[in-house]
């Protein structure tokens, strides 16, 4: 069966930096494009960035270009999101999610990881 199994993250001050992983099994990942989304405290999901399958497209919500990085090894099966100078507002469970349907910027997805914390506190 299809898994997401995302990883990395945790409390980091503003301004510092974390990599999350999400590790994929049950299907041929390097034939999917994929995306991170979060969501918030009290706020609905949001997506942040999404890679095609050979990587040689990626996109990124306007609230992290310039300081996100989306990135996938097919070889390992795992999908990677590079976030430096990180800001509380960041601040949200992170979601790797398989991509479908849909624009690059605004994909359907089919399934989700279980997601990972990312608090950015002083």
């Known amino acids: 069966q299809v898994q997401l199994v995302e990883s990395g993250g945790g409390l980091v001050q503003p301004g510092g930096s974390l990599r999350l992983s999400c590790a994929a099994s049950?299907?041929?990942?390097?034939?999917?494009?994929m995306s991170w989304v979060r969501q918030a405290p009290g706020k609905g999901l949001e997506w942040v960035s999404n890679i095609n399958s050979g990587s040689s497209s990626t996109y990124y919500a306007n609230s992290v270009k310039g300081r996100f990085t989306i990135s996938r090894d097919n070889a390992k099966n795992t999908l990677y999101l590079q976030m430096n100078s990180l800001k509380p507002e960041d601040t949200a469970v992170y979601y790797c999610?398989?991509?479908?349907?849909?624009?690059?910027?605004?994909?359907?997805?089919?399934?989700w990881g279980q997601g990972t914390q990312v608090t950015v506190s002083s």
């Open positions: 999610a398989r991509v479908v349907a849909g624009d690059p910027q605004d994909p359907k997805y089919d399934y």
């Open positions: 049950g299907f041929t990942f390097s034939r999917y494009a």
